[in-house]
């Protein structure tokens, strides 16, 4: 691939016209990255990078069916959700095959934020409640609603505005380094599990006690920039049993971890336990291999209310032909190349080889993965777990320098991630 401008000239470039404040890896020394096939990247001088974060690329990079069925739809039209479209209920109703029976509205959107967003939206109109609830150090998004709730967002700004008074943070039940953890009382999963869920009970019954009222909880199935956390089993069903019962409706964000990504079943959801029915699924980053397109799922009599007050849903390009196809081919592929199994298959073999590292490295305090959602947490200490901040990043280096990519997550940044 010939280069409009060099290495250099780029970087020098996006230095004049591209605030510094957008995300930028390796910032000592990007990378121009011209091509991607498959699990690899390869820059401009033709190295060849493994991608082991690239959520997008969910079924490798440039997929050539999923390609050229963007290419198709692109010729034959790129309308909007205004006229009907096959692509459109194709989508929705592969979709539903994956989803509890009662999640069948689905509103497309273009990114992850906008399905957060619009939950809000609902869930304001049809409990006619104001709050929320988020875990700490949860991302969901980067438009003024999400970064509010996002402490994950909110603890890396060196003057952080006062958290909005709508929105209260839960402790996440981190069985690692979380407010309770394992090692110091010898607590097992169920007890932290007990313990984490009475937090939500105390935090709302405190919350309701000065008169607020909650709209809905956000929850990232498996909490991803926090640090690749899994909670204890029992946990989303018990606190979402709880929240519902108070009419308090649930996100189940699977923005990072959907699309078979946890490798034993299709949603990271479903991965706990049976019987957890969210009141609202939020999709995107893998759903269309890099072509924009997300989505949220919700229950019928809450997009009623919707309708019932006049609202009417448009978005510009959520939902257009292209994008559907984009996503539907994306859904074809995980079935017919049997990618969901591959994620459990080659993620249980990881952890398994992990876990064999963990053995002999006292650095490696702690590994945990679902499929192909993997955390490896440094630490300097076993037993009173100080974060090795600067040993994570010196690895991460080491590994880029050895052409594998990799990231870098957590509140105190000492989790390498895989998310393949
Ligand atoms: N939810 C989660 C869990 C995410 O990780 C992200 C993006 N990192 C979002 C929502 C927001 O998605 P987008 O960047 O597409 O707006």
Redesign the pocket.
């Known amino acids: 691939i010939k280069e409009f401008y060099t290495r250099d000239k780029t970087l020098q470039l996006r230095g004049t016209y591209i605030p510094n404040c957008t995300e930028l890896f390796y910032r000592h020394s990007p990378l121009k990255i011209v091509r991607g096939q498959g699990t690899y990247m390869y820059d401009q001088l033709g190295n060849k990078y493994l991608d082991c974060i690239n959520n997008v690329a969910h079924v490798g990079h440039c997929h050539p069916y999923v390609n050229k069925q963007i290419y198709r739809q692109m010729g034959a039209c790129a309308t909007n959700n205004r006229y009907l479209h096959d692509n459109t209920v194709v989508l929705a109703e592969k979709l539903s095959k994956t989803l509890p029976k009662s999640l069948q509205q689905i509103f497309y959107t273009n990114?992850?934020?906008?399905a957060?967003d619009l939950a809000i939206r609902l869930a304001r109109r049809f409990t006619g409640n104001y709050d929320i609830l988020a875990l700490d150090n949860a991302?969901?998004?980067?438009i003024s609603t999400l970064v509010e709730l996002s402490t994950y967002e909110y603890k890396k700004m060196k003057n952080p505005t006062k958290m909005p008074e709508h929105v209260h943070v839960i402790p996440t039940p981190d069985i690692y380094r979380g407010k309770y953890r394992d090692i110091d009382y010898n607590y097992d999963e169920a007890k932290l599990c007990e313990l984490y869920v009475d937090e939500v009970r105390r935090i709302v019954e405190e919350t309701e006690s000065r008169g607020r009222r909650i709209a809905l909880m956000f929850f990232?199935t498996l909490q991803?920039?926090g640090g690749q956390i899994i909670y204890p089993n029992g946990y989303l069903k018990q606190t979402f049993d709880y929240l519902q019962s108070k009419g308090i409706l649930c996100v189940a964000?699977e923005?990072?971890t959907g699309f078979g990504r946890s490798g034993s079943h299709f949603w990271a959801y479903d991965s706990y336990e049976e019987g957890i029915i969210p009141d609202f699924v939020?999709l995107?980053?893998s759903m269309g291999n890099g072509f924009p397109v997300?989505a949220l799922v919700t229950r019928k009599d809450i997009t009623q209310k919707f309708e019932s007050d006049g609202i009417e849903y448009f978005n510009t390009y959520g939902g257009n032909p292209v994008s559907c196809r984009a996503a539907i081919a994306l859904l074809d592929v995980i079935e017919n190349e049997h990618l969901q199994e591959n994620a459990h298959k080659v993620g249980v073999y990881f952890l398994t080889k992990l876990k064999e590292l963990q053995k002999q490295h006292d650095i490696i305090g702690d590994v945990r993965g679902r499929g192909l959602f993997l955390g490896i947490e440094l630490v300097r200490d076993r037993k009173t777990r100080e974060p090795a901040t600067i040993e994570t990043r010196e690895i991460q280096l080491l590994l880029r320098e050895n052409f594998i990519i990799i990231s870098t997550d957590g509140p105190d940044h000492n989790v390498l991630k895989f998310k393949s």
């Not at 990114?111 to 906008?114: A, D, I, L, T, V």
């Open positions: 990114s992850g934020s906008e957060n991302y969901h998004g980067h990232e991803s920039c964000d923005v990072q939020t995107g980053k997300a």
